[in-house]
């Protein structure tokens, strides 16, 4: 093996690493003209040929790479990955009892046996046992601790499947799935309101931005607490009608126009609403959440309606409080054109919360 085709093989390994799958694959076909007897950069191929779901050609590459070294612990791993994707499980089964044969001690060995032996069902307490050895072996691998996840949900042991999430994220608090799995827990917590289920899906999103998942969760979450924001205008409607008596009863009425003091009085009421409901909570959120309500409003049309819903409702409001107004006909219409639309599409647009 020539010194310039190692390098070839290590730069190609560090991509994997990086998740540049395609280059690392492009890189080891380059060093494999060179070198058709680079067991490791065959065994590597075969990876990214597993990672980019093209397993009929990781079982070839991994194929070549045990034709020159039969006792290649890492393609017998990788080999029983893509077989088991494959549903080849006898075969898979094979590969992953061989490389424990092989490497006793090397947990990766026990982690692809716990993949292979999930195949059938009578053996998962065997999957669950192999997967606690690999964290034995590994206790400070990440990957160990995914196995005994998956294998203690077969096996119904939540005490387990907290435990690994809790373990992945000592040894690495910015792992993206132990932070998903994290919020799904806390958003499976009842009396979740929409602001908490926004932090935590922007919080587990910060880790892992390509996830559709929490970025759907965020975007409905978001939505949830724009819809709220058309009951600020309804109870600005509501304290600007009763200010103005806009429907007496028994004949008995405020003398209009109302005096400046109470007009100014009840303006002020609809900025302190406002400023609470809204502003001071909109201030108050993490950056990610901010940005994803300025991100709906641009992308979805429901959204942005129920924005100028809230806004058209609160101006009727101010309307019917600013102005000095000598009979309640006018003021009683803005009542209705602000009120009427807003409370039918809160009912209409129920549905929408599940499409955001």
Request: net charge positive; glycine share 6%.
């Amino acid at each position: 093996m020539t010194t310039a085709g190692h390098e070839l093989t290590e730069q190609a390994s560090a991509l994997l690493i990086l998740g540049r799958v395609d280059e690392a694959k492009a890189m080891l076909a380059k060093r494999l003209a060179q070198d058709p007897e680079d067991v490791r950069a065959w065994s590597q191929l075969g990876r990214c040929h597993e990672q980019l779901k093209e397993y009929e050609q990781a079982v070839e590459a991994t194929g070549a790479a045990l034709a020159i070294d039969p006792e290649y612990v890492n393609a017998l791993i990788i080999r029983t990955y893509a077989l088991r994707r494959l549903r080849r499980t006898d075969e898979s089964l094979a590969a992953a009892q061989e490389a424990v044969r092989l490497a006793p001690h090397y947990w990766q060995s026990y982690m692809a046996l716990a993949e292979a032996l999930n195949a059938w069902q009578p053996r998962w307490p065997e999957v669950l046992a192999a997967a606690q050895e690999a964290v034995r072996l590994g206790p400070e691998e990440t990957g160990a601790y995914g196995s005994l996840w998956k294998a203690a949900l077969l096996n119904g042991r939540s005490d387990l499947v907290d435990l690994a999430v809790r373990e992945t994220l000592r040894i690495d608090p910015n792992d993206a799935w132990a932070l998903s799995q994290q919020a799904e827990k806390q958003l499976a917590a009842p009396g979740m309101k929409p602001k908490q289920r926004a932090e935590v899906y922007a919080s587990a999103l910060a880790a892992d931005p390509a996830s559709d998942r929490m970025r759907l969760g965020l975007d409905r979450a978001v939505f949830q607490m724009l819809r709220r924001t058309r009951w600020l205008a309804v109870l600005s409607l509501v304290l600007a009608g009763a200010a103005i008596d806009l429907f007496p009863s028994d004949g008995e009425a405020k003398e209009l126009p109302l005096p400046l003091g109470i007009r100014v009085y009840v303006l002020a009421l609809i900025g302190v609403i406002w400023a609470l409901g809204a502003w001071w909570r909109y201030r108050k959120l993490r950056a990610g959440v901010q940005l994803s309500v300025r991100s709906l409003l641009r992308r979805m049309f429901w959204a942005r309606l129920v924005l100028v819903q809230a806004v058209l409702g609160t101006l009727c409001a101010v309307a019917i409080a600013a102005v000095p107004w000598t009979g309640r006909g006018v003021p009683q219409v803005l009542f209705w054109v602000g009120l009427v639309p807003t409370l039918l599409t809160i009912w209409f647009d129920r549905p929408r919360t599940r499409q955001a």
